[in-house]
Protein backbone atom coordinates (compact mmCIF):
# COMPACT_ATOMS: atom_id res chain seq x y z
CA UNK A 1 0.00 0.00 0.00
CA UNK A 2 2.81 2.13 0.86
CA UNK A 3 4.72 1.81 -2.79
CA UNK A 4 1.32 2.99 -4.16
CA UNK A 5 0.90 5.53 -2.42
CA UNK A 6 4.81 6.53 -2.96
CA UNK A 7 4.22 5.37 -6.94
CA UNK A 8 0.99 7.85 -7.15
CA UNK A 9 2.82 11.10 -5.90
CA UNK A 10 5.64 10.27 -8.24
CA UNK A 11 3.13 10.43 -10.56
CA UNK A 12 0.97 13.28 -9.21
CA UNK A 13 4.34 15.26 -9.28
CA UNK A 14 5.49 13.93 -12.70
CA UNK A 15 1.91 14.73 -14.04
CA UNK A 16 1.71 18.23 -12.89
CA UNK A 17 5.14 18.89 -14.46
CA UNK A 18 3.92 17.86 -17.98
CA UNK A 19 0.85 19.53 -17.84
CA UNK A 20 2.84 22.80 -17.01
CA UNK A 21 4.13 25.08 -19.73
CA UNK A 22 7.13 25.45 -17.23
CA UNK A 23 8.41 23.56 -14.36
CA UNK A 24 11.55 24.89 -12.86
CA UNK A 25 13.78 23.87 -9.94
CA UNK A 26 16.65 25.92 -7.95
CA UNK A 27 18.66 25.52 -5.05
CA UNK A 28 19.89 28.36 -3.13
CA UNK A 29 22.83 28.57 -0.84
CA UNK A 30 23.43 31.19 1.71
CA UNK A 31 26.07 31.77 4.04
CA UNK A 32 26.37 34.86 6.57
CA UNK A 33 28.20 35.81 9.68
CA UNK A 34 24.83 38.38 10.77
CA UNK A 35 21.44 36.61 10.29
CA UNK A 36 19.28 38.75 12.97
CA UNK A 37 21.17 42.27 11.43
CA UNK A 38 22.82 43.43 14.77
CA UNK A 39 25.87 43.77 16.60
CA UNK A 40 25.29 40.55 17.98
CA UNK A 41 27.08 39.33 14.99
CA UNK A 42 25.50 35.39 14.47
CA UNK A 43 26.66 33.19 11.43
CA UNK A 44 24.59 30.66 10.32
CA UNK A 45 23.91 29.10 6.78
CA UNK A 46 20.44 28.90 4.92
CA UNK A 47 19.70 26.67 1.80
CA UNK A 48 16.51 27.06 -0.13
CA UNK A 49 14.47 24.73 -2.37
CA UNK A 50 12.30 26.76 -4.79
CA UNK A 51 10.08 24.72 -7.31
CA UNK A 52 8.08 26.74 -9.97
CA UNK A 53 5.19 25.26 -12.04
CA UNK A 54 3.47 27.70 -14.91
CA UNK A 55 1.10 27.16 -17.43
CA UNK A 56 -1.64 28.94 -20.34
CA UNK A 57 -4.84 28.70 -20.69
CA UNK A 58 -5.43 31.46 -23.82
CA UNK A 59 -4.48 34.73 -22.75
CA UNK A 60 -4.37 33.35 -18.91
CA UNK A 61 -1.70 32.04 -17.22
CA UNK A 62 -1.69 30.25 -13.75
CA UNK A 63 1.54 29.75 -12.03
CA UNK A 64 2.34 28.11 -8.67
CA UNK A 65 5.59 28.43 -6.77
CA UNK A 66 7.34 26.30 -3.39
CA UNK A 67 10.14 27.52 -1.72
CA UNK A 68 11.38 25.63 2.04
CA UNK A 69 14.05 27.45 3.64
CA UNK A 70 16.35 25.66 6.03
CA UNK A 71 18.60 27.54 8.57
CA UNK A 72 21.29 24.90 10.20
CA UNK A 73 22.32 26.95 13.23
CA UNK A 74 18.64 28.61 13.76
CA UNK A 75 16.38 25.78 12.31
CA UNK A 76 13.11 27.28 14.27
CA UNK A 77 13.16 30.11 11.77
CA UNK A 78 12.86 27.56 8.83
CA UNK A 79 10.24 28.10 6.76
CA UNK A 80 7.94 27.06 3.72
CA UNK A 81 6.34 29.55 1.54
CA UNK A 82 3.92 28.81 -1.39
CA UNK A 83 2.17 31.18 -3.88
CA UNK A 84 -0.13 30.22 -6.41
CA UNK A 85 -1.75 32.64 -8.97
CA UNK A 86 -2.93 33.83 -12.56
CA UNK A 87 -2.25 37.34 -14.70
CA UNK A 88 -3.71 38.13 -17.72
CA UNK A 89 -1.72 40.57 -19.97
CA UNK A 90 -4.42 43.03 -22.65
CA UNK A 91 -2.89 45.07 -25.63
CA UNK A 92 -5.26 48.25 -25.98
CA UNK A 93 -2.93 48.65 -29.34
CA UNK A 94 0.25 48.00 -30.49
CA UNK A 95 1.95 50.44 -28.23
CA UNK A 96 -0.28 50.27 -25.27
CA UNK A 97 -0.84 47.02 -22.78
CA UNK A 98 -2.37 46.33 -19.78
CA UNK A 99 -1.35 43.55 -16.74
CA UNK A 100 -3.23 42.32 -13.87
CA UNK A 101 -2.45 39.41 -11.32
CA UNK A 102 -3.70 38.14 -8.37
CA UNK A 103 -1.56 35.96 -6.21
CA UNK A 104 -2.66 34.45 -3.09
CA UNK A 105 0.29 33.61 -0.62
CA UNK A 106 0.75 31.61 2.68
CA UNK A 107 4.64 31.46 4.70
CA UNK A 108 4.45 28.65 7.44
CA UNK A 109 7.34 29.11 9.76
CA UNK A 110 8.56 26.19 12.44
CA UNK A 111 7.25 26.87 15.99
CA UNK A 112 9.84 29.44 16.92
CA UNK A 113 8.45 31.75 14.50
CA UNK A 114 5.11 30.75 14.47
CA UNK A 115 3.55 34.55 14.78
CA UNK A 116 5.30 35.36 11.41
CA UNK A 117 3.24 32.97 9.49
CA UNK A 118 1.04 34.60 7.28
CA UNK A 119 -1.61 34.58 4.14
CA UNK A 120 -1.85 37.07 2.04
CA UNK A 121 -3.59 38.17 -1.16
CA UNK A 122 -1.96 40.60 -3.78
CA UNK A 123 -3.73 42.34 -6.36
CA UNK A 124 -1.07 43.88 -8.80
CA UNK A 125 -2.94 46.10 -11.98
CA UNK A 126 0.12 47.88 -14.43
CA UNK A 127 -0.38 49.97 -17.79
CA UNK A 128 2.75 50.44 -19.73
CA UNK A 129 2.48 52.83 -23.29
CA UNK A 130 4.67 54.43 -25.88
CA UNK A 131 4.46 57.95 -25.46
CA UNK A 132 6.92 57.86 -28.79
CA UNK A 133 9.16 54.96 -29.86
CA UNK A 134 12.16 56.62 -27.12
CA UNK A 135 9.37 57.83 -24.53
CA UNK A 136 7.58 55.12 -22.04
CA UNK A 137 4.87 55.76 -19.37
CA UNK A 138 3.87 53.14 -16.81
CA UNK A 139 2.00 52.91 -13.77
CA UNK A 140 1.22 50.21 -11.42
CA UNK A 141 -0.91 49.87 -8.31
CA UNK A 142 -0.90 47.31 -6.36
CA UNK A 143 -3.29 46.02 -3.72
CA UNK A 144 -1.85 43.93 -0.71
CA UNK A 145 -3.56 42.08 2.31
CA UNK A 146 -1.70 40.34 4.97
CA UNK A 147 -3.02 38.03 8.12
CA UNK A 148 -0.70 37.17 10.28
CA UNK A 149 -0.57 34.11 13.17
CA UNK A 150 -0.37 37.61 15.64
CA UNK A 151 -2.98 39.52 14.27
CA UNK A 152 -1.27 42.87 15.98
CA UNK A 153 0.72 42.26 12.40
CA UNK A 154 -2.14 42.08 9.94
CA UNK A 155 -2.49 44.73 7.56
CA UNK A 156 -3.75 46.13 3.70
CA UNK A 157 -2.01 48.54 1.84
CA UNK A 158 -2.00 49.95 -1.52
CA UNK A 159 0.70 51.38 -3.57
CA UNK A 160 0.58 53.15 -6.66
CA UNK A 161 3.70 54.59 -8.92
CA UNK A 162 4.31 56.20 -12.09
CA UNK A 163 7.34 56.30 -14.31
CA UNK A 164 8.31 58.47 -17.30
CA UNK A 165 11.51 57.55 -18.75
CA UNK A 166 13.13 58.45 -22.31
CA UNK A 167 16.16 57.24 -24.10
CA UNK A 168 18.51 60.02 -26.32
CA UNK A 169 20.81 58.90 -29.16
CA UNK A 170 23.95 59.42 -26.64
CA UNK A 171 22.74 55.92 -25.17
CA UNK A 172 21.49 57.93 -22.16
CA UNK A 173 18.44 56.78 -20.72
CA UNK A 174 16.71 58.79 -17.87
CA UNK A 175 13.70 57.60 -15.68
CA UNK A 176 11.82 59.42 -13.53
CA UNK A 177 9.40 58.11 -10.75
CA UNK A 178 7.06 59.02 -7.99
CA UNK A 179 5.05 56.71 -5.36
CA UNK A 180 2.12 56.70 -3.04
CA UNK A 181 1.78 53.61 -0.74
CA UNK A 182 -1.20 53.51 2.18
CA UNK A 183 -0.87 50.90 4.85
CA UNK A 184 -3.47 49.93 7.19
CA UNK A 185 -2.90 47.81 10.72
CA UNK A 186 -6.11 46.56 10.67
CA UNK A 187 -5.64 46.07 14.67
CA UNK A 188 -2.54 47.34 16.04
CA UNK A 189 -4.18 48.43 19.31
CA UNK A 190 -6.03 45.39 19.24
CA UNK A 191 -3.37 43.89 22.38
CA UNK A 192 -1.17 45.21 24.96
CA UNK A 193 0.47 42.10 25.77
CA UNK A 194 4.05 41.86 26.00
CA UNK A 195 5.86 38.96 24.88
CA UNK A 196 9.10 39.59 26.08
CA UNK A 197 11.85 37.33 25.08
CA UNK A 198 14.99 37.24 27.33
CA UNK A 199 18.20 37.83 25.20
CA UNK A 200 20.08 34.86 26.27
CA UNK A 201 19.19 33.25 22.48
CA UNK A 202 19.21 34.14 19.13
CA UNK A 203 19.37 38.20 19.79
CA UNK A 204 22.40 38.25 22.28
CA UNK A 205 22.30 41.11 24.93
CA UNK A 206 19.11 42.95 24.54
CA UNK A 207 15.59 41.93 24.68
CA UNK A 208 13.38 41.49 21.79
CA UNK A 209 10.78 44.36 21.21
CA UNK A 210 9.48 43.47 18.62
CA UNK A 211 6.64 41.33 19.59
CA UNK A 212 5.70 44.96 21.73
CA UNK A 213 2.98 47.02 20.32
CA UNK A 214 3.45 50.78 21.44
CA UNK A 215 1.32 51.67 24.62
CA UNK A 216 1.45 55.60 22.91
CA UNK A 217 -0.36 55.06 19.46
CA UNK A 218 -2.00 57.42 17.31
CA UNK A 219 -3.91 56.05 13.97
CA UNK A 220 -3.91 53.23 12.29
CA UNK A 221 -2.43 53.78 8.87
CA UNK A 222 1.17 55.07 7.41
CA UNK A 223 1.25 57.10 4.16
CA UNK A 224 4.29 57.72 1.93
CA UNK A 225 5.13 59.40 -0.52
CA UNK A 226 8.80 58.86 -3.16
CA UNK A 227 10.34 60.52 -5.51
CA UNK A 228 12.65 58.42 -8.21
CA UNK A 229 15.48 59.16 -10.66
CA UNK A 230 17.74 57.15 -12.65
CA UNK A 231 20.54 58.02 -15.24
CA UNK A 232 21.84 54.73 -17.14
CA UNK A 233 24.49 55.07 -19.65
CA UNK A 234 25.73 52.50 -22.44
CA UNK A 235 29.04 51.95 -22.82
CA UNK A 236 29.49 50.02 -25.93
CA UNK A 237 27.17 46.94 -26.10
CA UNK A 238 28.67 44.94 -23.25
CA UNK A 239 29.16 47.91 -20.62
CA UNK A 240 26.06 49.65 -18.82
CA UNK A 241 26.47 51.87 -15.72
CA UNK A 242 23.51 53.55 -13.79
CA UNK A 243 22.86 55.88 -10.90
CA UNK A 244 19.97 56.67 -9.05
CA UNK A 245 18.30 58.29 -6.47
CA UNK A 246 15.68 57.89 -3.92
CA UNK A 247 13.87 60.25 -1.25
CA UNK A 248 10.99 59.05 0.66
CA UNK A 249 9.00 60.51 3.13
CA UNK A 250 5.89 59.14 5.52
CA UNK A 251 3.35 61.92 5.22
CA UNK A 252 1.23 60.75 8.08
CA UNK A 253 1.49 57.68 11.03
CA UNK A 254 4.11 55.73 12.52
CA UNK A 255 5.63 52.49 12.99
CA UNK A 256 3.10 50.92 15.86
CA UNK A 257 6.13 48.81 17.52
CA UNK A 258 8.77 49.33 19.98
CA UNK A 259 11.34 48.14 17.43
CA UNK A 260 11.90 47.55 14.23
CA UNK A 261 14.01 44.30 12.66
CA UNK A 262 15.46 42.79 9.40
CA UNK A 263 16.74 39.75 9.14
CA UNK A 264 18.95 38.10 6.78
CA UNK A 265 16.20 36.19 4.05
CA UNK A 266 13.26 35.98 6.25
CA UNK A 267 11.07 38.63 6.50
CA UNK A 268 10.46 39.77 9.06
CA UNK A 269 7.08 42.02 9.59
CA UNK A 270 8.01 44.64 11.74
CA UNK A 271 10.17 46.25 8.29
CA UNK A 272 9.09 46.58 5.07
CA UNK A 273 9.12 50.10 2.71
CA UNK A 274 6.72 51.57 4.78
CA UNK A 275 9.15 51.85 7.98
CA UNK A 276 10.78 54.63 7.26
CA UNK A 277 11.61 58.15 5.66
CA UNK A 278 14.66 58.92 3.58
CA UNK A 279 16.62 58.66 0.94
CA UNK A 280 18.92 56.33 -0.92
CA UNK A 281 21.72 56.61 -3.63
CA UNK A 282 23.09 53.77 -5.81
CA UNK A 283 25.25 53.02 -8.38
CA UNK A 284 25.43 50.20 -10.45
CA UNK A 285 28.30 49.02 -13.36
CA UNK A 286 27.21 46.04 -15.69
CA UNK A 287 29.32 44.36 -17.47
CA UNK A 288 29.45 41.17 -19.93
CA UNK A 289 32.74 39.29 -19.78
CA UNK A 290 34.13 36.61 -22.06
CA UNK A 291 31.75 33.42 -22.32
CA UNK A 292 28.77 35.69 -21.76
CA UNK A 293 29.13 36.07 -17.96
CA UNK A 294 27.46 38.67 -16.48
CA UNK A 295 29.23 40.83 -13.59
CA UNK A 296 27.92 43.15 -11.43
CA UNK A 297 29.31 45.17 -8.97
CA UNK A 298 26.98 48.02 -6.80
CA UNK A 299 27.32 50.50 -4.14
CA UNK A 300 24.24 52.27 -2.31
CA UNK A 301 24.11 54.36 0.63
CA UNK A 302 21.16 54.88 2.39
CA UNK A 303 19.85 57.10 5.56
CA UNK A 304 16.59 55.65 6.86
CA UNK A 305 14.42 57.32 9.60
CA UNK A 306 12.16 55.35 11.48
CA UNK A 307 8.82 57.22 12.61
CA UNK A 308 7.79 56.41 16.24
CA UNK A 309 10.82 54.34 16.93
CA UNK A 310 12.57 54.96 19.63
CA UNK A 311 16.10 54.61 20.01
CA UNK A 312 17.61 52.30 23.20
CA UNK A 313 20.59 51.55 24.66
CA UNK A 314 21.99 48.02 25.24
CA UNK A 315 19.97 47.73 28.45
CA UNK A 316 16.66 48.34 26.94
CA UNK A 317 16.56 52.00 28.42
CA UNK A 318 15.10 55.22 26.09
CA UNK A 319 17.42 57.52 24.10
CA UNK A 320 15.47 59.93 23.89
CA UNK A 321 15.70 60.03 20.11
CA UNK A 322 14.21 58.50 16.72
CA UNK A 323 15.94 55.72 15.45
CA UNK A 324 17.92 56.54 12.50
CA UNK A 325 20.38 54.00 10.21
CA UNK A 326 22.91 54.98 7.94
CA UNK A 327 24.28 52.13 5.80
CA UNK A 328 26.23 51.42 3.11
CA UNK A 329 26.56 48.41 0.79
CA UNK A 330 28.95 46.86 -1.59
CA UNK A 331 27.89 44.18 -3.61
CA UNK A 332 29.50 41.84 -6.70
CA UNK A 333 27.36 39.46 -8.78
CA UNK A 334 28.46 37.07 -11.22
CA UNK A 335 25.81 35.25 -13.39
CA UNK A 336 26.02 32.59 -16.24
CA UNK A 337 22.84 31.57 -18.35
CA UNK A 338 22.84 28.30 -19.90
CA UNK A 339 20.05 27.31 -22.37
CA UNK A 340 18.39 25.10 -19.67
CA UNK A 341 19.82 26.23 -16.74
CA UNK A 342 21.52 28.70 -14.96
CA UNK A 343 24.17 29.56 -12.12
CA UNK A 344 25.17 32.55 -10.32
CA UNK A 345 27.08 34.12 -7.15
CA UNK A 346 27.09 37.02 -5.52
CA UNK A 347 28.76 38.92 -2.42
CA UNK A 348 27.49 41.91 -0.12
CA UNK A 349 29.21 44.04 2.57
CA UNK A 350 27.19 46.00 4.71
CA UNK A 351 28.11 48.55 7.42
CA UNK A 352 24.71 49.56 9.03
CA UNK A 353 25.58 53.05 11.46
CA UNK A 354 22.62 53.67 13.86
CA UNK A 355 21.73 56.00 16.88
CA UNK A 356 20.64 52.67 18.64
CA UNK A 357 23.74 50.87 19.24
CA UNK A 358 21.57 47.35 19.04
CA UNK A 359 21.64 47.94 15.42
CA UNK A 360 24.94 49.24 14.95
CA UNK A 361 26.27 46.28 12.93
CA UNK A 362 28.53 45.18 10.05
CA UNK A 363 27.62 41.77 7.82
CA UNK A 364 28.95 39.61 4.76
CA UNK A 365 26.76 37.57 3.33
CA UNK A 366 27.32 35.15 0.41
CA UNK A 367 24.94 33.86 -1.86
CA UNK A 368 25.37 30.60 -4.64
CA UNK A 369 22.52 29.39 -7.02
CA UNK A 370 21.51 26.79 -9.73
CA UNK A 371 18.39 26.81 -11.18
CA UNK A 372 17.27 24.44 -13.92
CA UNK A 373 14.55 25.27 -15.87
CA UNK A 374 12.12 22.21 -17.89
CA UNK A 375 9.88 23.56 -21.19
CA UNK A 376 7.26 21.78 -21.77
CA UNK A 377 4.01 22.22 -24.49
CA UNK A 378 4.33 23.72 -28.00
CA UNK A 379 7.16 25.57 -29.30
CA UNK A 380 4.93 28.65 -30.16
CA UNK B 1 4.21 -8.60 -10.41
CA UNK B 2 0.86 -6.03 -9.06
CA UNK B 3 4.39 -3.54 -8.52
CA UNK B 4 5.15 -3.59 -12.17
CA UNK B 5 1.67 -3.25 -13.40
CA UNK B 6 1.55 -0.48 -11.41
CA UNK B 7 4.87 1.35 -13.00
CA UNK B 8 3.63 0.16 -16.91
CA UNK B 9 0.57 1.89 -16.24
CA UNK B 10 2.01 5.50 -15.06
CA UNK B 11 4.64 5.35 -17.51
CA UNK B 12 1.67 4.79 -20.07
CA UNK B 13 -0.10 7.38 -18.98
CA UNK B 14 3.22 9.93 -18.99
CA UNK B 15 4.05 9.16 -22.40
CA UNK B 16 0.60 9.21 -23.96
CA UNK B 17 0.53 12.86 -21.64
CA UNK B 18 3.66 13.90 -22.99
CA UNK B 19 2.79 13.16 -26.88
CA UNK B 20 -0.41 14.99 -26.42
CA UNK B 21 0.99 18.04 -24.75
CA UNK B 22 4.01 18.48 -27.37
CA UNK B 23 2.02 18.79 -30.41
CA UNK B 24 3.31 21.76 -32.25
CA UNK B 25 1.09 24.58 -33.58
CA UNK B 26 1.43 27.47 -36.20
CA UNK B 27 4.80 28.24 -37.02
CA UNK B 28 7.31 27.18 -34.32
CA UNK B 29 10.76 27.26 -33.36
CA UNK B 30 12.92 25.77 -35.91
CA UNK B 31 16.65 25.27 -34.62
CA UNK B 32 18.01 24.24 -38.22
CA UNK B 33 17.47 28.16 -38.89
CA UNK B 34 19.20 29.60 -36.08
CA UNK B 35 21.28 32.86 -37.08
CA UNK B 36 22.60 35.59 -34.27
CA UNK B 37 21.32 39.47 -35.61
CA UNK B 38 23.14 42.58 -34.70
CA UNK B 39 21.30 45.85 -35.10
CA UNK B 40 19.54 48.88 -33.94
CA UNK B 41 15.79 48.87 -32.60
CA UNK B 42 13.81 51.12 -34.59
CA UNK B 43 9.79 50.43 -33.40
CA UNK B 44 8.24 48.72 -30.82
CA UNK B 45 4.88 47.31 -31.21
CA UNK B 46 2.27 44.92 -29.61
CA UNK B 47 0.80 42.34 -32.01
CA UNK B 48 -0.92 39.24 -32.22
CA UNK B 49 1.18 36.18 -32.92
CA UNK B 50 -0.54 33.20 -32.16
CA UNK B 51 -4.11 32.08 -32.01
CA UNK B 52 -5.51 31.93 -28.16
CA UNK B 53 -2.35 33.73 -26.86
CA UNK B 54 -1.00 36.71 -25.58
CA UNK B 55 -0.09 39.53 -27.88
CA UNK B 56 3.53 39.19 -28.47
CA UNK B 57 6.51 42.35 -28.02
CA UNK B 58 7.63 42.75 -31.79
CA UNK B 59 11.04 44.74 -32.06
CA UNK B 60 12.11 45.44 -35.59
CA UNK B 61 15.70 45.90 -36.28
CA UNK B 62 18.07 47.24 -38.26
CA UNK B 63 20.88 44.78 -38.90
CA UNK B 64 24.18 46.54 -38.36
CA UNK B 65 25.81 45.38 -41.49
CA UNK B 66 23.17 44.51 -43.84
CA UNK B 67 20.29 46.87 -43.24
CA UNK B 68 18.39 44.46 -43.84
CA UNK B 69 14.75 44.68 -41.36
CA UNK B 70 13.83 42.17 -39.00
CA UNK B 71 10.74 41.77 -37.16
CA UNK B 72 12.16 39.46 -33.57
CA UNK B 73 9.43 37.80 -31.71
CA UNK B 74 10.50 38.55 -27.89
CA UNK B 75 7.40 37.31 -25.58
CA UNK B 76 4.03 38.88 -24.03
CA UNK B 77 5.08 39.98 -20.65
CA UNK B 78 8.39 41.06 -21.58
CA UNK B 79 6.54 44.39 -22.62
CA UNK B 80 6.23 44.94 -19.53
CA UNK B 81 9.24 43.79 -17.56
CA UNK B 82 11.49 45.34 -20.28
CA UNK B 83 11.83 48.98 -21.67
CA UNK B 84 12.92 48.77 -24.85
CA UNK B 85 13.54 52.12 -26.91
CA UNK B 86 14.43 53.20 -30.49
CA UNK B 87 17.76 53.42 -31.22
CA UNK B 88 19.27 51.34 -28.83
CA UNK B 89 21.17 48.13 -30.12
CA UNK B 90 19.86 44.93 -29.32
CA UNK B 91 21.71 41.04 -30.33
CA UNK B 92 19.12 38.55 -31.09
CA UNK B 93 20.11 34.79 -31.49
CA UNK B 94 16.81 33.17 -32.85
CA UNK B 95 15.37 30.85 -35.43
CA UNK B 96 14.47 32.53 -38.96
CA UNK B 97 11.29 32.42 -40.72
CA UNK B 98 9.66 34.15 -43.89
CA UNK B 99 6.32 35.20 -43.93
CA UNK B 100 4.63 37.85 -46.55
CA UNK B 101 7.98 39.11 -47.54
CA UNK B 102 8.83 39.87 -43.97
CA UNK B 103 12.40 37.77 -42.38
CA UNK B 104 10.83 37.55 -38.67
CA UNK B 105 12.96 35.93 -35.92
CA UNK B 106 11.94 34.13 -33.07
CA UNK B 107 14.21 35.70 -29.95
CA UNK B 108 15.72 32.32 -27.84
CA UNK B 109 18.00 34.54 -26.41
CA UNK B 110 18.58 38.49 -26.42
CA UNK B 111 21.88 40.69 -25.32
CA UNK B 112 20.70 44.17 -24.01
CA UNK B 113 22.51 46.75 -22.39
CA UNK B 114 25.21 44.78 -21.09
CA UNK B 115 22.98 41.71 -20.00
CA UNK B 116 21.73 38.16 -21.23
CA UNK B 117 17.98 37.30 -21.66
CA UNK B 118 17.24 33.55 -21.95
CA UNK B 119 13.86 33.76 -23.74
CA UNK B 120 13.94 30.00 -24.68
CA UNK B 121 15.83 26.52 -24.17
CA UNK B 122 17.95 25.31 -26.58
CA UNK B 123 15.25 23.32 -28.42
CA UNK B 124 13.19 26.37 -28.92
CA UNK B 125 10.72 26.17 -25.88
CA UNK B 126 9.34 29.08 -24.53
CA UNK B 127 10.74 29.94 -20.77
CA UNK B 128 8.78 33.32 -20.02
CA UNK B 129 6.64 32.85 -17.20
CA UNK B 130 2.86 33.45 -15.50
CA UNK B 131 3.87 35.53 -13.08
CA UNK B 132 7.25 36.94 -14.49
CA UNK B 133 5.92 40.64 -13.02
CA UNK B 134 5.47 39.49 -9.53
CA UNK B 135 7.68 36.73 -9.03
CA UNK B 136 11.11 37.77 -10.73
CA UNK B 137 11.51 40.47 -7.40
CA UNK B 138 11.98 37.90 -4.90
CA UNK B 139 14.36 35.57 -6.70
CA UNK B 140 18.17 34.82 -6.63
CA UNK B 141 18.52 36.24 -3.14
CA UNK B 142 18.49 39.03 -0.67
CA UNK B 143 18.91 42.50 -1.85
CA UNK B 144 20.12 44.94 0.92
Redesign the interface.
Known amino acids: MR ?2 VV ?1 FS ?2 LV ?2 AA ?2 A ?2 FSL ?1 F ?1 Q ?1 MTDNVFQNRYSERDQLSSL ?1 F ?1 L ?3 F ?2 V ?3 T ?1 GNYAYLYDNPGLSYYFHDA ?7 L ?5 F ?1 F ?1 V ?1 GQGAFYRSDYSDFNYLSL ?1 F ?1 G ?1 F ?1 T ?1 L ?5 LKSNYAFEYKGYSYSLFDFISHFLDVSF ?3 F ?1 T ?1 T ?1 IKAEVSWGYKYYLHPDASQEAVIEEGQGYRGGRDSYIYIPRTVYEGKAIQIFSANGLI ?1 Q ?1 LG ?4 LSLSGMKQWTLSGENPFTSVEEF ?2 VENPSYDSFSWEGYQVSSQL ?3 VPW ?1 I ?1 LKMGY ?1 RSEKEFPGIESMDLEGNPLGVTRQDT ?1 D ?1 F ?1 ARVEK ?1 F ?2 F ?1 L ?1 L ?1 Y ?1 Y ?1 NNRSNDPFFDWQGN ?1 F ?1 A ?1 L ?1 W ?1 V ?6 | MR ?1 SR ?2 IL ?1 LS ?2 IL ?2 AV ?9 NVDTEKKV ?1 GTI ?9 K ?4 FLIVILEERKTKEMFNVEIS ?2 R ?2 SQ ?1 F ?5 L ?1 VVGSIYSLDGQKNIIAR ?1 I ?1 Y ?4 F ?1 L ?8 W ?3 E ?3 KKK ?6
Open positions: RLYAFVNLINTSYNNYDKDSKSIFEGLDYLHANEKTAYSVHLAKYSQTSIDTYQKTAGGKIGYVTILNETRVEDSSSFSFVFSGENFFGGKK | KYVLLVQALGQETDHYYRQMIVMEPRYDSSPPVFFDHKGEEEQRRGEIMRDKHGFPARGGMTQRKGKRF
